[in-house]
């Protein structure tokens, strides 16, 4: 049968975008389609423009520590419309940029919402359009959860486009976004509370690390409430949480989860199987149970990071035209988490280590970073190794700090080629970093 395209790819995020850029590289003829901008969350309300917050909100404090180091500062005001107008021109400028570079490979552009009729035809603005290939790459999108009131709150997804800054800010939930957010409002002067119904921060991610954010995000002035749920909120913003408690806030963030974006895109009247939360059900490689089409990124919510969104779009474009089946790799994946202080990760924590091995050995090290002991700052940067006690291989490791995405890039390397920790210890460190401590840490942890 002859189609109209090889690959039809639903949604212009990171995936799709990657994913359909280079099977258009690799001689394919290629078409996407994307209802809004292109970019995806990552771009557009995610990772990127969080990145820019998050940059505005640590100057309050260098300004502080400048003045230990003998810089007159006066006093600093800060100015939300110009953050948020400059970073809606850089992110327009990326839009255009995704755009680019499909049209430079040869992609068809096709703005506006498809659907999936068949195993072979998509949908989009009265049209039908068919292809060998089908790729659902269409993201996911934030969930609140059902209780009175929910209709007085945001998501991140409105939080990028406040019109001004709330001076009172209840963020729900412990993970990546809740804690990104808190510590942004928090920097930029906001009077910030983070409320999670856990025991600690960061549901799984290594024990230590919820622990450590969560104290020196309050060193901070977060006002982090624990074990604390919301159960209802009223019209003027006050809250009432399960344990009896209240409180008035302007602003009401849910940072309470992502569901995968399926919903009416026709997909299980293709046959396309669906787990409980509406994400598609794949194999290795990728492929849903429907053997034309197949999905990758956050949709399939295996590891809903961009980088993995990206790296599985690559790995698809060699199994559907380079003529190389190849399964999505999704051990020792290294992540940043940027809160203030910043939290980064890669391989096991603590606890599922010793899940899987007989034995582990624990390093610690806990400091006072050298730029902040010329004054009062009291922050403590935090890194951890895991080590099998069986093998010696380090199979995690976790920092807690001012760069900590940028140290643990260079550690997780080493983490996926499977040093061990007398490789670790027989590296020279660079002194004085804070980074010097992996390679110095010679006390394991009681």
């Not at 049209?103 to 049209?127: F, N, P």
């Not at 019109?163 to 729900?172: D, G, K, S, T, W």
């Not at 610690?364 to 099998?388: E, H, I, P, Y």
Request: net charge neutral; with cysteine.
């Amino acid at each position: 049968m002859k189609y109209d395209y090889d690959l039809f790819t639903i949604g212009g995020g990171s995936g799709g975008v990657r994913a359909s850029r280079v099977c258009a590289t690799m001689g394919a003829r290629v078409a996407i389609a994307e209802n809004d901008r292109f970019g995806g969350t990552c771009v557009n309300v995610g990772c990127i423009p969080k990145k820019l917050f998050s940059y505005a909100a640590h100057f309050r404090e260098d300004f502080e520590v400048a003045q230990s180091f003998g810089w007159t500062t006066g006093e600093p005001r800060f100015d939300w419309p110009t953050l948020l107008a400059n970073k809606n021109r850089e992110i327009a400028r990326l839009n255009g940029v995704y755009e680019k570079v499909l049209r430079d490979a040869g992609v068809t552009i096709h703005l506006g919402r498809a659907t999936v009729r068949d195993a072979h035809t998509v949908e989009l603005g009265g049209k039908a359009y068919t292809a060998q290939h089908i790729l659902i790459a269409t993201g996911a999108w934030p969930q609140v959860p059902a209780i009175a009131g929910r209709e007085h709150a945001i998501t991140s997804n409105e939080a990028f486009f406040l019109e001004r800054l709330p001076r009172r800010a209840l963020l729900v939930g412990g993970g990546y976004i809740a804690v990104e957010f808190a510590s942004i409002f928090n920097g930029l002067g906001v009077e910030t509370t983070l409320a999670y119904r856990g025991t600690h921060l960061l549901r799984g991610f290594d024990a230590d690390l919820g622990t450590h954010l969560a104290e020196e995000m309050a060193k901070k002035g977060v006002i982090v409430r624990l074990q604390t749920n919301p159960t209802r909120v009223h019209a003027d913003r006050t809250v009432d949480f399960a344990n009896g408690t209240s409180g008035n806030y302007d602003l009401v963030m849910f940072a309470t989860g992502r569901k995968p974006n399926t919903a009416s895109l026709g997909l299980e009247h293709a046959g396309v199987a669906l787990a409980e939360d509406g994400a598609v059900l794949v194999d290795a490689c990728s492929k849903s149970s429907v053997d034309s089409i197949w999905a990758i990124g956050d949709v399939t919510n295996r590891v809903n990071l961009t980088p993995v969104a990206t790296a599985e779009g690559m790995w698809l474009a060699r199994t559907l035209f380079g003529n190389e089946p190849t399964p999505v790799d999704h051990e020792n994946i290294p992540t940043a988490v940027f809160s203030d202080p910043n939290v980064a990760t890669v391989g096991l924590s603590e606890e599922t280590a010793r899940e899987r091995f007989a034995a582990v050995d624990v390093y610690k090290a806990g400091f006072r970073a050298l730029k902040n002991t010329l004054g009062d700052r009291q922050d403590k940067t935090f890194m951890k190794l895991v080590v099998d006690a069986a093998t010696q291989r380090v199979v995690g490791a976790h920092m807690i700090g001012p760069d900590a995405g940028e140290i643990i890039q260079g550690i997780a390397i080493a983490v996926k080629l499977g040093a061990t920790k007398a490789q670790f210890d027989a590296t020279i460190g660079i002194h004085p970093t804070a980074a010097e401590e992996f390679v110095t840490m010679r006390t394991k942890a009681a």
